[in-house]
């Protein structure tokens, strides 16, 4: 819709220029509009005395003295160009713009091109149309050789700073038609543009790409086309992936960790012989087998499964191969995959969390009441503002952590070992009893006695 109403726009605008221009010519044609002029010039005196006949040897006085007067008399003037002519050769111009403008269009449409393709070349016409309308009204007004000449010195120097890369394009071009390079179907790398790409054309100014990996992460063809502009190719590195397009290969490799404990010389066959089966032709286009290459790391050992593959077909061999690979492994005890000890963030996260839980639990089942009057406390707080403050805190919320204690077998008691503040604020609000977690002494102390100031189990906490 959008394609029919631009070319009925300028099948509309080129009707109205070519009446316009008609309309125009026709009344030029008539005197009273011929009166009027724009610019006259003199016709030389010598091409009127040039054009009369030579006077006879014998000629009388009288008609030499009218040949000299119609020599010395004003030559009449002659008209470049009237107003109506001017103005229809103007709407003329714009006339035959719309009309070759709308040739285009119907031409690129036969093409299945879209309509943005001619409007871009019509804006070429209208320029074109707008310098050609600006020289007539020049010569109409007779400037044309002051004002053309300014003109001309004024773009030659514009010309010369605004085709420096134009030019330079050209020659890259020229030079990459006869030293070939890259040619059309090559795979290319810019590593300083950090592009890669097929070719498919090289133009005067431009190299068309077709732009491989970029939106994905893989090295396959996109259709996304860019292009490099011809002058760049000169300060660029230029890597050629198919150097020989017949036989366009390159050495790539797919990457297996596996465990320590895995049979190594069955996993390296397992490898080798899925390369081997998806790759025959190119072996024995090549010449080249796989073969296995390895480094350990951390959780394993990485075998690096090395073969010759296809250059634009890398993507789809490399998964043939893995998928391949994976499957085998499956199938087999002796091998496995490696992996790190936590999955992910997520994964180690909630087993830490399982492990608090755990370790919360079994406090949990130690937790006790024990009579106030069994605790032995060896790090009295001296704080009393603080041991107030905190009887306050816990009359109101209760008391919200229990206190940590040692059992000592010995002399029956339980010495506090985390909570000494709390128990002294649980003894100011007169309890009989206080939650504590109960833990038993160490074995060496268990046989020797734990002293009785309880000095080496007991430590200042709140």
């Not at 001309?152 to 120097?157: L, S």
């Amino acid at each position: 819709m959008q394609g029919n109403g631009y070319t009925a726009r300028t099948l509309l605008w080129s009707v109205i220029w070519v009446a316009a221009a008609g309309a125009c010519l026709w009344l030029d044609r008539f005197p009273s509009f011929q009166s009027v002029e724009l610019a006259t010039v003199s016709a030389p005196a010598a091409a009127d005395t040039k054009a009369a006949p030579a006077p006879e040897k014998a000629a009388q006085p009288e008609e030499k003295g009218k040949a000299s007067e119609r020599a010395s008399a004003p030559v009449p003037t002659t008209t470049r160009m009237r107003p109506l002519q001017l103005l229809g050769i103007a709407l003329a111009i714009l006339a035959l713009c719309q009309i070759i403008s709308l040739i285009t269009m119907v031409h690129l449409r036969r093409q299945e091109k879209p309509v943005a393709e001619a409007a871009m070349v019509a804006r070429i016409y209208k320029l074109g149309a707008v310098v050609a309308i600006a020289v007539c009204t020049m010569y109409g007004f007779g400037a044309l050789n002051t004002v053309g000449g300014a003109l001309a010195a004024f773009g030659g120097m514009c010309a010369g700073f605004s085709l420096q890369a134009p030019v330079s394009g050209f020659a890259a071009w020229v030079l990459v038609s006869l030293k070939r390079p890259f040619r059309p179907g090559d795979r290319v790398q810019f590593p300083n543009l950090a592009l890669t790409g097929d070719v498919k054309d090289i133009g005067v100014m431009y190299t068309v790409l077709d732009q491989v990996g970029g939106s994905i992460g893989s090295e396959e063809a996109v259709g996304r086309y860019i292009l490099v502009p011809n002058a760049m190719l000169f300060s660029q590195v230029a890597i050629n992936y198919t150097v020989i397009q017949s036989a366009a290969y390159m050495l790539d490799e797919v990457v297996v960790r596996i465990t320590f404990d895995s049979d190594w010389d069955r996993a390296e066959k397992i490898l080798v012989g899925a390369a081997e089966e998806l790759t025959k032709d190119i072996i024995a286009a090549t010449g080249m087998k796989p073969y296995i290459r390895s480094d350990m790391y951390d959780y394993g050992v990485y075998l690096r499964l090395r073969y010759q593959t296809r250059v634009k077909d890398r993507a789809e061999v490399a998964y043939v191969i893995s998928k391949k690979i994976f499957e085998d492994i499956q199938h087999e005890p002796s091998v496995d995959l490696a992996i790190p000890y936590i999955y992910s963030y997520r994964t180690g996260m909630r087993s830490a969390a399982s492990r608090l839980e755990d370790a919360q639990d079994r406090e949990a089942a130690n937790i006790r009441d024990i009579d106030i009057s069994m605790l032995r406390n060896a790090h009295p707080p001296t704080e009393t503002d603080v041991i107030a403050q905190l009887a306050q805190s816990i009359a109101t919320q209760g008391l919200l952590q229990p206190i940590v204690v040692i059992r000592n077998p010995v002399e029956n008691v339980y010495d506090i070992a985390a909570g000494h503040q709390r128990f002294e604020a649980c003894k100011k609000l007169n309890w009989k009893t206080i939650p504590a977690i109960v833990r038993e002494a160490p074995a060496a102390e268990n046989g020797k006695g734990v002293p009785s100031n309880g000095k080496s189990v007991a430590a200042k906490t709140v």
